[in-house]
């Protein structure tokens, strides 16, 4: 049976450094792709904010314009350049090729379409500009440009632009919708998307009007130039269609054989079977006979949402490749389950879909919460609780009770909020909460410790205010620890809009509600681990660390008491 542990299926290129240098996961073909896209992304990401300062001034252009060349048309540069170009296309006519079915997404489909489309409008304006400046030394600056191009090419402008805009920021929302921080700059990114070809176009328009009030263009071609310049853009843009058609005939005729391979059956759960050529990915598979199936990232191995869980067959299938093996192994998977758009059936197999296909609210926005699947980050906890007040309320009515601890628990959360923290839950009259979250360690330590003074402040001045209320003072028992733990979203809904509060697992968590239960023993108010003291970088010099032996743990924990919460330095809560 395929077991994941212990695999190294790792490709030649893989083990390379070139992977190293790579954006993204995935396989090779897939992250040359990307990063050669970001190569282009960048080319045309300049090229229109020059057309943009047309706005300005055809001066402003030309000036912009000549640092932008110094880079693109230096030896470096250009075979960079050129480089980009003939991967990005090859490896795009590859995955074309090899695409099983036409179902996809909206997204993918517009940017299939334009991306085929786009060299018959970017060849013709290539061979206008720098096939010109090469072949007979044409000055192809902005004055040329402009006038060369309006208004006959007005509407191939702002065509190019199209095309070459949206297929360039498809490919960066696929990319990076998955990020956790996306979500909070989409809008300002949307906006942003909308408006530089906007500008591009205006740019290029106002000036190349303007400058047609102010001269004539003159033809810097002979005839011949002329000719030989319009000749090679009929071939690129005849060649190109020519291309196409057999690119698209190949595609056919992959499919038709596609068909006469041997089929391997697939079963979903649910007695769902249905019979496939080999060669599908389970998704393209589900994909084609419309199962439902969840696949947030396309099918790129860059999420785990189409994963799978394998009933029967698993032994007959192909072990995982690196890039399955790498998400796999970042979530923790099981030797049964497998990524649906990487397992290539060979043999006949059963699956059951782990994760719901319909796209709700709640689950689009979970895509950009990394939370909401789970991570691991390096935080401190709290915990904070309140001593003797189950004795304080058996003696009290209800309506008292209520009231110290809804006085209690406001004020001390706000102390937490204030500092940086983030209240996890409260537990009775105790409280967790989690501080770094997002954020450096260090300062996640030093938020800790300045809640922890301001909590104590807080506690006396409740003790001060409700003295006539209370037969003796209110005491707290803090534990402070920082390290690893799990963050993520767990539990039921808790929230009006259905989503649920950020919790932490793991030992470090377990560590600091232990040190909270110590400070009873050794009549503190607060503990603060010796790892908490070294995030922050505090000056603990000629302070006494104890050596505190927990329960449920082997190793003891290293700690600085503080008779007071108050009594935790000053300098060291300095965020």
Not at 52 to 72: D, F, H, K, P, Y
Not at 118 to 135: D, E, M, Q, S, Y
Not at 190 to 217: D, K
Not at 229 to 250: H, K, P
Request: aromatic share 8%; charged share 20%; proline share 4%.
């Amino acid at each position: 049976m395929t077991k994941l542990a212990g695999q190294s299926a790792s490709t030649g290129a893989e083990k390379s450094g070139m992977g190293r240098f790579l954006p993204a996961s995935g396989p090779l073909s897939q992250r040359l792709r990307l990063a050669t896209g970001l190569i282009l992304f960048a080319f045309v990401l300049t090229h229109l904010g020059n057309h943009a300062l047309g706005l300005i001034s055809i001066e402003a252009m030309q000036m912009a314009r000549e640092w932008r060349v110094a880079v693109t048309r230096s030896l470096p540069g250009q075979t960079l350049l050129i480089a980009a170009v003939v991967v990005h296309m090859t490896l795009g006519f590859y995955k074309f090729l090899r695409r099983r079915g036409l179902r996809m997404s909206v997204s993918e489909f517009v940017a299939l379409v334009f991306g085929l489309a786009l060299p018959l409008l970017l060849a013709r304006h290539i061979i206008g500009t720098g096939v010109a400046h090469r072949a007979f030394g044409i000055n192809d600056d902005y004055k040329y440009a402009l006038g060369a191009m309006w208004p006959d090419e007005a509407l191939r402008q702002a065509l190019l632009i199209t095309l070459a805009w949206v297929h360039g920021c498809i490919g960066i929302y696929i990319w990076l919708r998955l990020r956790p921080w996306f979500n909070r700059v989409r809008d300002f990114l949307l906006g942003f998307a909308i408006l530089l070809p906007v500008l591009s176009y205006a740019g290029f328009a106002m000036s190349a009007r303007l400058l047609q009030l102010e001269t004539e263009f003159q033809s810097p071609f002979t005839s011949g130039q002329y000719q030989f310049l319009v000749a090679a853009m009929n071939w690129a843009l005849y060649g190109f269609l020519g291309f196409l058609i057999l690119l698209v005939a190949v595609r056919v005729a992959v499919e038709i054989f596609g068909r006469l391979r041997p089929q391997v059956r697939v079963t979903y759960a649910g007695d769902r079977t249905y019979r496939m050529p080999a060669g599908y990915t389970l998704l393209e598979i589900s994909r084609r006979n419309g199962v439902p199936h969840a696949s947030i990232c396309g099918g790129r191995a860059r999420c785990s949402t189409c994963r799978v869980r394998v009933l029967k067959g698993l032994e007959q299938q192909p072990a995982p490749g690196a890039a399955e093996t790498r998400v796999l192994t970042r979530i923790a998977a099981g030797p049964h389950i497998r990524l649906a758009c990487q397992l290539r059936p060979r043999g006949e197999i059963e699956v059951a879909t782990l994760l719901p296909a319909t796209r709700t609210r709640k689950i689009e926005d979970a895509l950009y919460d990394k939370y909401y699947w789970g991570v691991e980050e390096q935080v401190t906890v709290m915990f904070c609780d309140l001593r003797n007040f189950t004795k304080f309320s058996e003696k009290r009515l209800p309506f008292d009770v209520v009231f110290v601890l809804n006085h209690y628990l406001g004020q001390m959360g706000e102390a937490i909020e204030e500092a940086g923290g983030y209240v996890d839950k409260f537990i009775g009259d105790g409280i967790m909460a989690i501080f770094g979250i997002g954020r450096p360690v260090a300062e996640g330590a030093r938020q800790s410790l300045a809640a922890a003074r301001a909590m104590g402040g807080v506690l006396e001045a409740l003790n001060m205010s409700l003295k006539n209320d209370l037969p003796e003072p209110l005491d707290i028992a803090l534990g402070i620890n920082t390290g690893t733990v799990i963050l993520g979203r767990i539990g039921s809904p808790e929230k009006a809009d259905g989503s649920r509060h950020i919790t932490a697992l793991g030992d470090t968590v377990n560590a600091a509600s232990r040190l909270e239960q110590s400070c009873r023993d050794l009549s503190v108010q607060t503990l603060v681990a010796a790892a908490t003291v070294a995030a922050a970088q505090a000056n603990a010099a000629g302070m006494a660390i104890t050596m505190l032996s927990v329960k449920g743990k082997q190793d003891q924990i290293g700690a600085v008491q503080f008779r007071r919460a108050l009594d935790v330095p000053a300098a060291w809560a300095q965020v």
